[in-house]
């Protein structure tokens, strides 16, 4: 059984990525991301503290501006369109969940898409689900899809099935995994709150992929013998008068039976932050070639 370990694969490509930047520096282009993070929400702070510290190992610029619960949409959206305008910002980053005043999509889809190196604005989502090219694919699927790739795992024919159908992972996921080429080329099926028998699905996959935030909810008897296993869930339960985070999968029976498996924490979600620091040295390159034309 292999652990797919996306903490050793991030910091990988991270020195990858701190190489490309290093020649972009010397030609007096520092990639710099925008981030923008509404309230005090706890997980959204530690990302966002986590993305900043990431950003500064590889030499990426970052600006975050942190903002009170109660700034307004049409406030939000004002600095979205400066930095919109500010050439000197290669990639914009509103750190979700937004309070519930604010419509997220409204302000996800104000980010002009060369910037939007989180690949949520409607536009990149509208060529992925079309078949074209969007110019920056989501970071949580990009990042599943680089971790089964680099570890030698082929996704082309296999039958995958996504556990979850949230607008972060599952849909695009599920159209990234539809692709084709070799990252995609998968029998997909989408599993959700309302499917009926979920059992009889999940044991029918060769790439399990499971996104819905409910702890420990795929169990042994779940998995076929031989899958591979991607849990992208983080949920912090308490035991024994502490808490712990894990994932939607329950590691310590799957893991038998799986042939790979990634853990919690250490899987997906440092792959998640590294496919953002590749959009983002991603579209700093972008926007100089586009300059000089």
């Avoid at 903490?7 to 030609?27: D, F, G, N, P, W």
């Avoid at 610029?61 to 919109?84: A, V």
């Avoid at 050439?87 to 519930?100: A, C, E, F, N």
Wanted: proline content about 4%; aromatic content about 4%.
């Amino acid at each position: 059984m292999i652990i797919l370990d996306g903490k050793t694969l991030a910091a990988k490509i991270r020195q990858e990525l701190k190489l490309e930047v290093s020649e972009l520096i010397k030609k007096n282009i520092v990639p710099h991301l925008g981030v923008i993070l509404v309230g005090e929400f706890a997980p959204s702070v530690i990302y966002v503290r986590n993305k900043e510290t990431a950003c500064a190992e590889v030499g990426i610029k970052t600006q975050t501006l942190r903002f009170n619960e109660d700034i307004t949409e049409q406030q939000l959206l004002e600095k979205i369109r400066e930095w919109n305008d500010d050439k000197t910002i290669h990639g914009i980053l509103v750190q979700m969940p937004l309070s519930k005043s604010i419509d997220e999509q409204k302000v996800l889809d104000a980010i002009k898409p060369f910037k939007d190196v989180d690949g949520l604005s409607a536009m990149n989502l509208g060529h992925l689900v079309s078949g074209k090219p969007p110019i920056f694919y989501p970071c949580t699927p990009s990042g599943i899809i680089e971790l089964l790739i680099r570890y030698g795992i082929t996704i082309e024919g296999k039958h995958c099935v996504v556990v979850g159908r949230g607008e972060l992972v599952g849909k695009p996921l599920a159209n990234m995994l539809l692709k084709k080429d070799k990252t995609g080329n998968a029998t997909v099926t989408v599993c959700h709150s309302q499917t009926q028998n979920i059992s009889n699905f999940t044991r029918q996959a060769d790439i399990l992929i499971v996104a819905i935030g409910q702890a420990k909810f795929i169990q042994k008897d779940m998995v076929k013998q031989g899958a591979i296993v991607v849990d992208v869930g983080v949920n912090r339960i308490s035991k024994n008068g502490s808490t712990k985070l894990v994932g939607d999968v329950d590691f310590d029976e799957v893991s038998k039976i799986a042939s790979a498996i990634t853990p919690v924490p250490g899987g997906v979600g440092p792959m998640t932050i590294a496919m953002l620091l590749k959009n983002t040295v991603k579209a700093a390159k972008q926007q100089i070639i586009e300059a000089k034309n």
